[in-house]
């Protein structure tokens, strides 16, 4: 078990670094915390934030295999999972209102629950995105149906493949996060110029909301 489980960390980490895991989360963390700027410390709470809600599905993923191939199967091809990606659109187009609302003249009073929010929204988003499997994590789903024993032993390799996707994903996302917090701290001195990027980040995530609530799967 020891050799299955560090087997499952490295897929897990290589996943992180050129897999579907690093191509569909990066760009939306990595935009966030670009077009909010509140400098590089804070951005990788943010960017930690998004990433243990995606380590929590991997886990609750590796758990129900762990119970049975049929219980997987259920939730995978039930309708709450139809769901999962108008709401994760959803929270998408709010992170991106949420960068557009962020000033830095306002009070700490009134930034306190805008940041709750957005703390609570990064969270829910990688949960949402880590929950509604690709067919790489699928298929290793699968894998774990057949060599579990039990539940929790399930949730441990859903953990030690989320551990290895949690540290390759932070190490890419603060690499790429940190070089467009640094971009703008050089190049856009006036407000406006970074107004108009902020803006752009905010568009961003909008456009990518949207492209969840429509439906990318179909």
């Not at 994760?88 to 000033?103: D, E, H, R, V």
């Not at 057949?146 to 032993?153: F, G």
Request: glycine share 12%.
């Amino acid at each position: 078990m020891p050799v299955t489980l560090l087997q499952v960390f490295i897929l897990g980490f290589g996943m992180g670094f050129a897999g579907p895991c690093l191509f569909f989360c990066l760009p939306i963390i990595v935009t966030f915390v670009s077009g909010i700027q509140k400098g590089y410390r804070k951005s990788l709470i943010d960017i930690l934030i998004f990433f243990c809600g995606r380590l929590l599905a991997y886990i609750v993923l590796g758990f129900l295999a762990g119970i049975s191939g049929m219980l997987l199967r259920k939730f995978i091809d039930s309708s709450l999972v139809f769901y999962l990606d108008p709401l994760a659109g959803i929270i998408s187009i709010g992170l991106g209102i949420f960068i557009l609302l962020n000033k830095s003249d306002k009070t700490k009073c009134q930034r306190d629950p805008l940041k709750a929010s957005a703390f609570g929204g990064l969270f829910l988003f990688g949960l949402i995105i880590g929950i509604s499997p690709c067919a790489p994590l699928l298929a290793l789903l699968f894998e774990i149906v057949i060599i579990s024993k039990n539940a929790l032993q399930g949730a441990l390799y859903g953990l030690c493949f989320g551990l290895g996707t949690f540290i390759s994903g932070v190490i890419m996302a603060a690499g790429f996060a940190g070089l467009l917090i640094w971009i703008p701290e050089k190049f856009l001195k006036s407000s406006h110029t970074r107004l108009a990027f902020r803006m752009v980040c905010a568009l961003i995530l909008i456009l990518i909301g949207l492209w969840f609530i429509l439906g990318y799967k179909k």
